[in-house]
């Protein structure tokens, strides 16, 4: 069992800049590959970005160029860098553990962004 906390979501202008972080409860993080998903009111759960245990990368294409994920392991953190805030961009965002064949991996609880003037 994997727990995550997420932190760092609020209220931000257009153009503004925000970084989420989500901490991981477990001995064996670099195993997992890690994620953020969001979801909109009326929205499905949408994939954001994810970085694998060896660090690769993968982005929406709406988020590409403004966002980045990175992971600390020595501190099972991983973090969203985002940057050049839309409104679209406003959802809560989900933190996601999985292990390559292991099941569907773990959720965290969510964080609220709003993005509004």
């Known amino acids: 069992q994997v727990q995550l906390v997420e932190s760092g979501g609020g209220l931000v202008q257009p153009g503004g800049s925000l970084r989420l972080s989500c901490a991981a409860s477990?001995?064996?993080?670099?195993?997992?590959?890690m994620g953020w998903y969001r979801q909109a009111p009326g929205k499905q759960r949408e994939l954001v970005a994810t970085?694998?245990?060896?660090?690769?990368?993968n982005y929406a294409d709406s988020v590409k160029g403004r966002f980045t994920i990175s992971r600390a392991n020595v501190k099972n953190m991983v973090y969203l860098q985002m940057s050049s805030l839309k409104p679209d961009d406003t959802a809560v965002y989900y933190c996601?553990?999985?292990?390559?064949?292991w099941g569907p991996g773990y959720w965290g609880q969510g964080t609220q962004v709003t993005v509004s003037s």
């Open positions: 996601h553990a999985e292990r390559a064949g």
């Open positions: 970085i694998t245990a060896a660090s690769r990368t």
């Open positions: 477990t001995s064996i993080f670099t195993v997992y590959d």
